[in-house]
């Protein structure tokens, strides 16, 4: 588990370079597993900056650092995106959030923080007042597919820019 406490905070301008890094590093580790799953961030970065960087502007990215360093990132938007569109449909209204590039540096792999982040996602969204969070993965990523249905069930399995598996999280109050 996460031995020592985790600053999450809102990814600024300046961060831009690390939250890459982070993503990059997330893209090579899915690939030596035998996925395609964000192979655009090892194939054509550059095409993908302005995605990563308008989140940032949107106060939608977060960095997560440990004694000041760096190691994950998630992205929380709180309307869909075209590619949210294309895999759920129509929105929903503006209580859902999209969570997009959840990613743990390797060095961090295994100590909870992955776990930590999920929940820290859950409570900000529902402090927020969203009543669910949605998310999707490459259904041929197995481990991560695995990895995820340990805490939330598969929705669906899709058809929609390849195959795959949608996630959505209700989000109750907490009972007082």
């Not at 997330?26 to 035998?34: D, E, I, T, V, Y």
């Not at 360093?69 to 938007?77: N, Q, S, V, W």
Request: proline share 2%.
């Amino acid at each position: 588990m996460v031995e020592e406490i985790l600053d999450i905070r809102l990814a600024k301008k300046e961060d831009f370079e690390e939250v890459l890094e982070l993503l990059v590093n997330a893209a090579g580790w899915l690939r030596s597993k035998g996925t395609t799953q964000w192979d655009y961030y090892l194939t054509d970065l550059e095409g993908n900056k302005e995605e990563v960087m308008a989140s940032i502007e949107n106060d939608s990215t977060y960095i997560v650092e440990q004694d000041g360093k760096a190691i994950g990132t998630l992205t929380l938007e709180s309307a869909p995106n075209e590619w949210d569109m294309d895999i759920w449909g129509k929105a929903a209204g503006e209580d859902v959030a999209y969570l997009h590039r959840l990613a743990v540096h390797r060095n961090f792999a295994g100590k909870g923080v992955g776990t930590s982040l999920l929940d820290w996602a859950e409570n900000a969204m529902r402090a927020s007042g969203k009543k669910s969070i949605r998310f999707d993965c490459i259904a041929d990523n197995e481990g991560l597919n695995r990895y995820y249905q340990k805490r939330y069930p598969l929705k669906e399995v899709i058809n929609i820019h390849g195959r795959h598996c949608k996630y959505e999280v209700p989000l109750m109050k907490n009972p007082l």
